[in-house]
């Protein structure tokens, strides 16, 4: 994949937010995540998996099944192997999150505004291998190394460790190779004030129209709603978000221009109902990527 550099960036990228224009055409702003956030995921990972498999070596070697003198070597073994699974089947389940990544509210996502894909998540996460880990275990691990080698694989681990400081999207090589970033994670929190609005009714929207988005596309929709179009620039932004949202949906109706807003308010009152409704029975959709939940067994 070709990575991505940090020439001919846009100015919201250089003052930490990137912007996304998704198929839909309608922009979605990020926030970058800090250095600090990403570093203290980064932490939280390496503690759950590190102590997991402590506490495992320790449990086996307890009841007997390893000696003393195998442990370290099963230790080593066990978190190489336990790493690259849980890095990979985490962001893939998690839409771009670790559980370190969900404590501090960061995500990964792909600069290129799609959805996030396997192979990208693979890729960058093999290269945390290259860029830290494995050297890391071959310096602690080689007793009679020469001072020369160990020489070189600090300054290779400092050197890529270093990369995301100099990089405007904060994007170490595994991120500039597989072509994601990691952003904040918009607050999950829906508020109940706009769905109590005086929408104007007339407006039907079957479960295959509120079925499409989720409650990531909801919230970018509730901050549209928070400020009433002032201005003509405003306007053309409410009426691009709404007639985006009725191709999107399949919705057959034509909506008046004077009645974009009044379509956009009701549209949030019944998706917000559908998607609490969905969350009662286990289906829980985060964005307009989600699998939707198999049905429950007729009776």
């Not at 396997?118 to 880990?133: D, S, Y």
């Not at 999950?188 to 989720?214: C, K, M, N, V, W």
Request: hydrophobic letters at 45%; a positive charge; zero cysteines.
């Amino acid at each position: 994949m070709k990575a991505h550099t940090a020439t001919n960036l846009p100015a919201w990228e250089a003052k930490g937010l990137l912007r996304h224009t998704p198929p839909e055409s309608v922009p979605l702003t990020f926030r970058l995540s800090s250095l600090g956030a990403r570093f203290g995921a980064q932490m939280l990972d390496i503690l759950i998996t590190y102590a997991g498999v402590l506490i495992l070596a320790i449990a086996l070697t307890w009841v007997g099944i390893f000696s003393w003198d195998g442990l370290m070597a099963f230790y080593a073994l066990a978190t190489f192997f336990m790493r690259i699974p849980y890095y990979v089947l985490s962001e893939l389940v998690w839409n771009g999150r670790t559980l370190g990544k969900r404590i501090l509210g960061v995500r990964v996502i792909s600069l290129d505004g799609r959805r996030l894909t396997p192979h990208q998540i693979v890729a960058r996460n093999l290269m945390k291998e290259v860029e830290v880990f494995l050297p890391m275990a071959t310096l602690f691990g080689a007793a009679s190394m020469t001072w020369w080698l160990a020489l070189v694989l600090l300054a290779w681990m400092g050197g890529t460790l270093l990369v995301p400081v100099f990089s405007k999207l904060n994007q170490r090589l595994g991120d500039m190779i597989a072509g994601t970033v990691v952003v904040e994670t918009p607050k999950p929190q829906l508020l109940p004030d706009l769905s109590t609005q005086s929408a104007a009714r007339g407006y039907e929207f079957r479960p295959e129209h509120l079925g499409i988005y989720g409650r990531f596309e909801l919230q970018t929709l509730e901050t549209i709603l928070r400020d009433p179009p002032k201005n003509p620039e405003m306007r053309k932004r409410v009426s691009d978000v709404a007639q985006t949202i009725r191709r999107r949906i399949g919705y057959d109706e034509e909506v008046q221009a004077s009645r974009e807003w009044d379509f956009l308010l009701e549209f949030y009152r019944q998706q917000r109902e559908f998607l609490e409704s969905r969350t009662l029975f286990g289906d829980t959709r985060e964005n307009k990527f989600h699998t939707a939940a198999a049905k429950p067994p007729e009776r």
